[in-house]
């Protein structure tokens, strides 16, 4: 494989979990959740705007601002978890189900 086809199919992959976190983040309207939902959306915006313009040729500066982008969206990804766990155990106590607390 091609440094070009691995950063799409990076691009790609980053591009689904972006949309994947949007959509964690809108679940709740609670106020504590606004001040977080916020900064993670700062954070997205940051990273997904790295993501959308990359060139096409590459070089060594380049491959280490795609790897540092990696890392910051992977720990997006495991806060993005933290907090719809917390969402998930706020609903618990109102209506959740036993069926979509094991969803995640």
Do not use: G
């Not at 606004?34 to 700062?42: N, S």
């Amino acid at each position: 494989m091609n440094k070009e086809y691995k950063a799409r199919t990076c691009v790609k992959r980053n591009r689904i979990k972006i949309k994947r976190i949007h959509a964690l983040i809108s679940i709740s309207n609670s106020s504590w959740f606004l001040i977080i939902k916020k900064e993670i959306k700062k954070i997205l915006s940051i990273v997904q705007h790295t993501l959308l313009y990359l060139p096409k040729q590459f070089s060594d500066i380049m491959e280490k601002k795609i790897i540092v982008a990696k890392k910051v969206q992977q720990s997006i990804l495991y806060y993005a978890a933290f907090v719809l766990n917390c969402l998930k155990e706020q609903k618990a106590k109102h209506h959740c189900t036993n069926e979509e607390q094991s969803t995640y």
